[in-house]
């Protein structure tokens, strides 16, 4: 579908996998929504409506909606009668974990995404009953939306693969199999955590090339990867992998992602297995689900291999390649230190970057992720890998922009970095934008770093 032309007829199409791509009413940038705070919001305006979990002024989780700088009760909403021939998946929403919902796939979301574009637009009868149950965001805890039953972490930034491995194999910086698999590894779970929530610098084993021997201590070399994150929606059965084409369909989602980073622990602990310990202290992720086909608008068909990369064997190449499987959204890091925060100045951007520079698409993780017959779950997270573009100013990481803590920087209020020092907090934001469409954004992953453990 190209252009800014509303499709409405998309809706009824047979062919399962346009369900990524068409553009329906909910699109229209004239749509506008009665909760005032909606209108022109950079983030969640009526054309967004992201699935997260909130918890009221301490009171008990349950599922929401972004709106505005307000948040809509779909606990509340559930009990209304408004939503009652959609009721197993309205009540499925407003649960304290999103696992249920997010399984049941891609037209019970659109159904109720549907609904929730109607309730909430201007004109709609509903506003009177719906104004109670709307809560301001500010005064609300946001959690995790799901039960995260693994997570994964890929590396498809190839960018963020070529500076890294410059740093390491000036002459050979990518890999032979780069081009050919989508690189990931298992990562841990149970330490991804909310945006707001801040972690200990992690103690770990590290050594430097000059260091005789290992100790043992807080890590010495902290950074954060910019990732895109992608919320698994129905899973497959052990031993049945996921074609490509059906890929999509099985996305929930996406959020932000921050993949904290012990480069000391990390370079002595790697080979041959990989990352461990330096990786699975703590994860950041924005805590709101924005769905596929909020981010409809924002699709683009993954950019042509450059000539003489190989093409990508069959289960990874999807049928049609002009379907747009990759997406185009923007991302920023922040910084903002403990003397930053206690002068009241604004957190300084680090760097700016584009999912575009992903080599591989989402589907094509799905796909890849499943090829071994691997059982995916609703609430299974993955990382995109570090997102980094060719310049500087778009490198997704510190390990990249000091040049392996090699090259510090220095910030406005002339404080120098090169890697994350206590008190630092590192605050990641996306935007997605088309010219005719209305901008949406993520919700900020944020959070800071508190000395380690004695
Ligand atoms: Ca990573």
Redo the contacts with the bound molecule.
């Keep these: 579908m190209q252009g800014s032309t509303l499709d409405t007829r998309a809706e009824n199409s047979p062919r399962p996998t346009s369900s990524a791509v068409a553009l329906e009413a909910s699109h229209d940038p004239a749509l506008r929504s009665w909760v005032e705070s909606a209108r022109d919001h950079a983030e969640f305006p009526i054309q967004n409506l992201p699935f997260g979990v909130f918890s009221p002024d301490g009171g008990q989780a349950r599922g929401g909606v972004a709106i505005g700088d307000e948040i809509l009760d779909l606990a509340a909403l559930a009990g209304s009668g408004l939503c009652a021939d959609i009721e197993e998946t309205v009540t499925a929403a407003a649960a304290p974990t999103l696992n249920g919902f997010i399984g049941l796939g891609t037209a019970a979301r659109k159904q109720l995404r549907a609904r929730l574009s109607a309730l909430l637009a201007e004109g709609s009868p509903a506003q009177a009953q719906l104004k109670p149950i709307l809560h301001p965001a500010r005064n609300c805890l946001l959690g995790l939306p799901a039960r995260i039953g693994d997570y994964t972490?890929?590396?498809a930034g190839i960018q963020h693969a070529l500076n890294i491995g410059s740093l390491l194999r000036p002459d050979n910086p990518l890999l032979p199999n780069y081009k050919h698999i989508p690189i990931g590894y298992n990562?841990r779970a149970s330490s991804v955590r909310p945006s707001g929530e801040p972690f200990l610098r992690p103690n770990g084993q590290r050594k430097r090339p000059d260091e005789a021997e290992p100790s043992f201590g807080p890590c010495r070399n902290l950074d954060y990867?910019l990732?895109l994150g992608i919320w698994i929606g129905p899973g497959n059965a052990q031993g049945s992998p996921v074609p490509i084409d059906e890929a999509d369909d099985r996305i929930a989602g996406f959020c932000l992602?921050n993949?904290w980073?012990a480069r000391d622990i990390q370079a002595w602990e790697y080979q041959p297995l990989g990352?461990f310990l330096s990786?699975g202290f703590a994860t950041t992720i924005s805590p709101w689900i924005v769905t596929p086909e909020a981010l409809a608008p924002f699709r683009k068909a993954q950019a042509p291999r450059p000539e003489g990369d190989p093409a990508a064997l069959p289960y990874l190449n999807p049928a049609e390649a002009d379907v747009p499987h990759a997406l185009d959204v923007t991302l920023e890091v922040f910084i903002e230190t403990a003397s930053m925060r206690a002068g009241g100045l604004a957190p300084h951007r680090l760097s700016l970057g584009s999912t575009r520079d992903l080599y591989w698409t989402p589907a094509q993780f799905v796909a890849h992720h499943s090829s071994n017959g691997c059982n995916l779950e609703a609430g299974d997270l993955f990382?995109?890998?570090?997102i980094s573009g060719r310049d500087p100013g778009s490198f997704g990481s510190l390990m990249e922009i000091t040049r392996g803590g090699r090259e510090a920087i220095t910030l406005p209020n002339g404080e120098s970095r090169t890697y994350l020092v206590d008190g630092d907090a590192i605050v990641m934001r996306a935007s997605a934008r088309r010219e005719g469409f209305a901008s949406i954004g993520f919700g900020a992953c944020r959070a800071e770093v508190l000395p380690a453990r004695g």
């Design positions: 972490d890929f590396y990562g990867e990732e992602l993949d980073s990352p990786k990382g995109s890998g570090t």
